[in-house]
Every structure is written in structure tokens, then in C-alpha cells.
């Protein structure tokens, strides 16, 4: 691990803000805010290392809204709210999906006059999620400049429809500790695919985040899934875009095997096609449940034609030096563990384990550089004055 | 905002305490006691505009016991226990009444070892709600006075079947704020009035709480409703009496027109009559699904005579210059954007919408107010206290 | 109580540490360790009542995991978190049982980032919830080993399906303090026995806490049931052991009357047989609803016939001068107050109402310690600090 001045000094070299900015997509930030995530998230992880407190907040609240199940980002969330001294109240609305975008403009508005910082989960609903999320930013906004909140809380996206910027913000910082640096990815193949699952209706966000993000930093990136299992087709075009712009490379490829040929990075995963969601989005808010159940057989049978895009010992021989980084942001599907057949093979997930362990254990400190560079103006100067304060963190 | 210094000076020329004694009805409270509330609220807020923290408690829990669904009261109280450094614990026992009082004794206690906070929202059951807050409260005073707790913590009422006082004293800042001083709401018509949803049950502890309150501040305060939708009697009673006190006046119309007219301030809310609460009262103690069923059907076919008593703009164009304020608690049925017809029209609620969003916005803090007053001996002495030591909130 | 300089050196005259140690069993604890937890448990109700903050964490989560109904032990495990100034984030993952090794593996490492404390309840399934701690243990053993972890959490066990250490220990807290010390519970006559119930399928962990703990320290420990109520063989033979090995004794009795006779001490409480248990066990497994209703309807009506099995006066009069301390770790079935009959009559338990919830008090106080021994190497000098630094709690 760097040393802290380096760090700071890596802040300051960003010039970059994120000072009230929301974090919805990686997409929309520039590529020196998305490295001042990296370092602030290093500096956060190096302090607590040191057993030095990061509080920043004497109170305030952190709301979180999981409109889906989640557990790792959920323990993430709470870690990130206390490591900065914000208190997480859970805005609970069962499933249900709030239907007004009046309700929306107040729910937003009631939640938010001592709060910090709105973290949300919305992925269930294609096409619903990000924009949940811009509406709950624009309410806020009207909230703010009507005087009815003293302050504008920050959002941040804990996984949308369309990007996963957490889990992939996660991951990035993963592979530049696995790799030595940012520069070091530059070149290095990465394949994004598909894997055999035998359940449905995951959502797309993480391999769109994985491709919307990794294209920005020069790497070769390989999108692999059967023919069908598109992803939303506007990111697909964007990562091109991107890697072109980086001086990287995209590709979709319907063979796994061609996607882990030579890659130095193999994260296979398994997830809904594009248009299933689309129809299952449609089928949710009618609430047809019948129609629900025949999607999902048509779905879960379509997935067993396929069950030989699995990552296996074999597989990962035909990776550069049959030696390539195996990613998943967990839980995984695991043959013979987990389901009788899955996205990875017991063998290739044991030798991993570790690795996508640590891979996770990012996640905290890159949601607490999200939290604290959206409410702090200079964070360079209030991560060198929580240093030099040196309070400890644990007595 | 007035100046710190004569907030607290305010504070002091009240003489009043509420030190160690809860706050379950305005009505059993000194006119000075609830202007304490108001400016303590105040004060609270001002420091946290200053960014100066408002902690004055290094540990100690806030239980929140919500026997009704909550989502703005949840907020405010989380928020007001995070201000001062408590945390709040929930006691969720599902939707089931606790039926023995030895059990109310006994959970009292329980929770309640490291405890100086508990919030209670308990509207569902008429006759219910106050007595088992009442009970709670002797549980404490058993248990205090008996060694089994190193402290008596203090209740707060955030919602019976008689009062709402978290509501109504922040509907009281708010008008204090809106015509510039407890002063001037001397001789202010308020109408209170039943209006039109299509929804049934909803308590009637907001207007019995705003003309409980309201007629204490020399408010000439009218209740509007339908025949047959009377509010319990001894609150009706106890507002005429206060008015008369006060030097306001206070009367019961069945014409929503006859309120409005020439009224500074509205407030049309629905609520279900007092009978009919008595008698879903005794069903869902009896747990008859079909006879609530039916008694539903019946209320809401009552209602369905009185859809007229809308807030629209003809009705008010009714009231003082046509431009009284326009009050709610939020949420509101609104005709054509949470329903098809509701209290108030859409046009009306816009117009008004940032002033109920501000309305809300001050509940946070006179729960803190509540919660502090009732922890401390002298709160005068504890604000300035803490506005000396000047502590960031945020870094 | 003592002065704090006094529990200060009983403290450091233990030479015993818990830094780093699971506490899962007492019996798995040396006599000074046990002590150890009762000293410092002590201390921190000493500052407590001093209004000397025992915040010794600037932030860090504690993670509760309740497998089974709670309010007690989750409101004090919530204390003892907020009063060392740790963040209590609940691990909920519904009814089901976590059934591969392989996800408790990742799930207790994906929740341990940040995290300083787990406790866990798992008290339904016998065989079932001690292995399950050890399990969770192993894989924050794994995780720290290998860099996945900064810390490595500690456990503390809220009741398995073999003990109920924080219980059984707050009882001999309550018992140190009720007969003066350690030392005057050697000799005296402690009957752990059965009481009728008319529910079924309560866990045998607070008489096997009870058997396994007392017989350390001396005490006569005669634990009746009826015939077919055994316990888990392994723990009354380990209790025999403990109570020949400590210079008290230890008796199984088939008669209530015959345990209370000359008895300074009654722990009148119902369980489910052992065998019951197993039965129970494996009918959840299999989710056989049917099965499960018939072992119910069985197990009750083996219950009935026991219905004399009730702590009344006439019983308390077999006890030491009539005079024994009745004691419940609540709460108890009460005779025509919670149930038409039950573990204890009326009478008997209004007598000892207070001394029970006295009892109870003292569980946050032990959890906290749990808690502060695991984390701090010098937990003596940790206090000594605090009570130096006079930090107030309360402002």
C-alpha cells in the first residue's frame, strides 16, 4: 500500500470534484473523478488500517432504499455510513414500487431534512431504476431551492437497471492493486460473460458497469454471452465508444472460449437477457403472475442450452499462461456447492476464493469515498487534518 | 431566524420544565411548557444551520415503538435522537396489541435498562392508544423507583387515538413562523376541516390535536365535518373550553364552505368518524375480518356522499382574500395525483406544496426538543453550552 | 457495590484474558476468565451510574444474526454495542437456514469488513447452532489469515442450542450480588427444574447455561424433570464433573418437590425434552408441516400430564425457610396473567417480579464486557482510562 502522502498527493494530481455531484454511472464522470474514488477510497482503507478515525460527521443520517435483496451491499453501506459518522435509517416501502412521481418528490423531501447522504438499490425494473434515481436527485434539487432542505443530500447509486458503479468501482480498485497500477491495465484482455446459472432474472447492471468502466482505462474488453443474451444495447455501443477513446478494444463475441482466449481477466457471470427483462418489467407491474412463471420456464430453459458456458479448470487454460484472474461479485453459482451445475466449477472458485474476497472487501471504502467526496469540498485537506488529528479509531 | 442569544433568552422567560415528565397531550401541558417546546426547537435549529454540533449524549438508546405504519414520524424521530447522540433501537412486535398489562410491564422494563428515550406511535385502537402510553409511563416509574433502572426514560407521544403532538407543534412553529409570532395567530381563523378521501380509517388524532392546540393561542378555530362524523367529545369539549380561555372562539360547523370562509388558515384532512373508529376498534380486537369488511364498505360508501368536500380553489377563494394558508400533514389525497378524487385539488396542493413540505420539516426538531427537555434540567444552560463549545457537526 | 478502584484490581488479580476469544461455552472458560467478564461487567455499570462515557470505539459495526425471536437479548446486545460506541447492523436472513458450509464461509466474511463483534442467536436446531458459531468462527479465522479481513471479528454467543452464556451469566451476576460474593454461593442449594407450559419446543439452553455454569462455582446444583425432559447427555455428565471438581454436587431428580426441598435458589422454567428436540429438528429440516403438528399435539400432551410441575406458594415453602430467590430468565408463564396455567403462580411471581427484572439488568452489562474483552488486550487498564478521561455520557 502506498504511503499516505503519496496518496493525498495522488488527490490533489486528480484536480478533480465530485462535490455534490450524485454517483449514478461511472459513465458520466470524467475519468480523474473516478480515479479521486480510488484514492480517497485508499486513503479511507489506509487510515483505518493505521487505527486513525475517519469521522467527519458528528450526525447525520444515511438513508438507505433496497428495492431488492442484498446483503453485501447493504453491510457495505452501513460500514461506509460509520466509518464517516453518519447513522443508517432504512426507508423500507416493502416491494412495492411507488407509482406517483409526485409521492416520489415527497418521500424524497421527507426523508431528507437531516440527511446526509440517500444511497439506492433499484434493479429489479428495466428501464425504471436509474430514472427512480435522477427523480429522487430532481426532488431533491426542488427540496433544496425551496428552502424545505438545509441541505441537498447526495445519492448514490447501489445499483441501478443500467450500472452497478459500487460493485464495479470495487472492482477496478481490485484489479489495480492486482495489477500495480491503472497504467498496468492498459492492454490487458478482460472477459465479460455470460455463465450458466439455474436461476433468472439477474440483473444487467454488473456487466454493463464492468464494460462501461474497465473500456475507459485502455483494456481489451470482451463481452461473451450465447446469441440472445444481449445486453441494453446503448451501453454495448458506449463501451466501443470508450475503448476506442482509451486506446482499448471491445468486442462481443457468442463463444466463451474466444472471450477467455489469451485474457488476463476472466469475470463470467450469469444474467438475464435484455429482452426477458424487458418483457418480465412489463409482467411485474401488471402483476401477471402466471405469465411471471411461464417467462421464467421459458427463460430457465433457454439457460440449459447452455450450460456449457461454465468457468472450469479447462476453460481458464485457454487464458494468457492458463493463469488469468478469475472476478465474480458473489455469490456465485458454484457447481457442486452451491447448485448442481453453475457459473464456475468448484475447483476454479476454490483457487479464486480468496481473490473475490478481497475483490469485495473494496466495496466499503470505495462507497465511503463516494459519500465523502460528494459532501466535503476539499477532501485532500480533511483527509490530511483527520491524520494529523490522529484520533484513534478504536481506543 | 431570530439571533441565538434571544432564542435563548425566550427559553428562559418561559420559567417552564418539562424535565423528566412526558409528553403525551398538549392539552395537559402549561401554555409555557409548549412555548418551551417551540423555542428549544428553534434553537436546535439554528445550531445545526451553524453546523454546530447538537450532541449531548455520548451513548444512551431512543426506542421507537411503532404499532402503525410510519414513514415521516419514523424519519423525524431517528433524526432528532441522531441529532443528540442517541440511537435508536426498534421494538417491532409485528401488528399484535400486547393484551396483559403484566406483559406491558415487563416489556417496558426490558427495553429500557440503558434507554432515556421512547417514541410511541399507538392510533389504531380508540380508547387504546393514550392508556397504553399511560401504562408504559407507570411501568417506568415502577421500575425506576424499584432500583430495576438507572434511569426513567422519558415518552414521547408520536401518535395516539386522541393526540398527534409532534404533529400539531409543528404545525404551531410553522404558523409562528408564517405570521411572524405566537402574537399574531391572536384572533387567526383556522378551519379545521373534514374532507373527502377514498381511503377509511384514517385516525382522528390531527384534528383532535390541532384544536387542542390551536385554541390555546387565542385562534378562532372551526371544526368542519359531515353529520356523523364527530370527533371524540371530551376533546370537542376541552377545545371549547380553551378557547374561551384564550380569548379565541371555537365552534363545530357541518359546512365545509361555512369554515373556509374567511379563514387565514385550512387544514382538510379526512379522518373516520368517532363511532365507526369505536366500532373497528371492537372488531379488530375480535379479529372479525368480515365484519371489518363490511363496516368499510359502509364507511366508505359514507363517504362517497361527501366527495364536495374537496379543497379546490372556489372553496378557497372562500377564505381570507382568497389566500389562506393551505395546511396538511402529509400525505394528502390529491384529486387526479394519488387518487381520483381526494382532499385537495392538485392545483390548490401545488400552490401549497413547498409550505406542507416546510410544515414537515420542522417535526425533526421539536421531537429533539421534546426528547431534550425532558432529559435535562436546564436546557438554556445546556444550548448555550453547546453553542460555546462550537463543535462542527460536519467537519 | 464496590468501589471502582476495588473492581479495578479484582479485575487485574484474575490474570486471565479473553483478547481475541470467542465466547461460545462457559465451560469452554476458566473459572478467572468467568470472572474476569463478571468484574468488568461490574466496572461498566460503575461508570455507567457515574455518567462516565465507555466509548472506547470511534466507529465499528457490531453485527447481530438472530435466528429465533428476540427482544431481550437483542435490546441488550444493542445496549452493550451503543455503550462501547459500536453500530449494531442486523444480518437478516429471514427463517431459513443457511445450508451450505461454503456460504457461511463467504457470508461471514462479506459482513465482517468493518466489523469488531458478532453475535449470534441459533437456538432452534439442536446439533445445529453451536456448530454453526464455530463454523463462522473458522471462516473469520480463514479470512483474517489470508488478508481478506483487517480484524478478525469476535463472536459472542446469544444462545445456542447448548448454551445461553450471556443469560446464564447475568444470573450469576444477579446471584453474586444477592448473596454478597463468589464465595457465599459455595453450599447453597440451587434447584434447576422443570415447569409445566403450555407451549412447547423451548430450548434447553438456559438449564443446561444453568447446570453448566453453576457447578463451578461450589454450588449444590439439583436439576429435576420430569422422566423423559432430559437434557443433552453430555452436559449432565459435564455438570457432575464440574460440581465434584469444584467441591459443590450435582443431582438429577424426577420430583419438583424434592429439588425445591431446602433450596436457597429455584429456577422453575419449562423445556422441550431432549429427544423432542432431536425429533423437532429433523421434522424442520425436512419442513414436514404435518409431522410437526403431531410431535406438537404429542409433546403437549406429555406436557399436560405435568401440569403440578408449578412453582406456587406451597412449593416455595419446601425452600429454605421458605425464603429461597426465585429466579426466571423471563419471560415466565404466569398462572392466569399470561396463561390459565403455567411455570409460576401469580402470587409467587409478583413476590420475586422485581428481583427477576433485576436480574435481567445485568445482561447488557455482560455482553459489554464480552464484547470489551474480546477487543482490548488490557481491559484493566482500558477502564482505568476511561474513568480518568470522565468523559460524561450525559451532558
Redesign the interface.
Known sequence: MAKFKEIISNIENTNASLFQKDFLLTWNKSREELELILYVAEALRKL??NNI?????????A?SQFRDNS??T???F??AA??L?L???D?D?GKSQIS?G??VR??S???S????IIGIRDDMYLGAGHEYMKEVGASLDD?FM?????QRPGIVNLQCDIDHPTQSMADLAHLRKWFGSLEELKGKKIAMTWAYSPSYGKPLSVPQGIIGLMTRFGMNVSLAHPEGYGLIPDVVELAGKQAAESGGSFEVVNSMDEAFKDADIVYPKSWAPFHIMGKRTELLRAGDQSELKELEKEALSNNAKHKDWECTRDKMNLTKDGKALYMHC??AD?TD??CKAGEVSAEVFEQYR?AT??E??Y??YIIAAMMMTN??YDVAE?LK?LNKSN?????
Request: contains cysteine; aromatic residues 12%.
Open positions: 483505518y488500517k478515525s475517519t469521522r467527519c460527521f458528528d450526525s447525520g443520517l438513508v446483503t453485501r447493504r453491510f457495505s452501513a460500514s460509520n466509518l459518522g447513522t443508517v435509517q426507508l416501502e406517483h409526485e409521492t415527497e418521500t423531501n421527507m426523508i431534512f437531516l440527511t446526509e427540496g425551496n428552502n424545505v432542505l438545509p458473489l455469490p458454484i456447492v452451491s480468496i474476497y478481497k469485495a472487501g466495496k466499503p459532501r466535503f480533511l487534518f484520533m484513534p479509531r478504536v481506543f
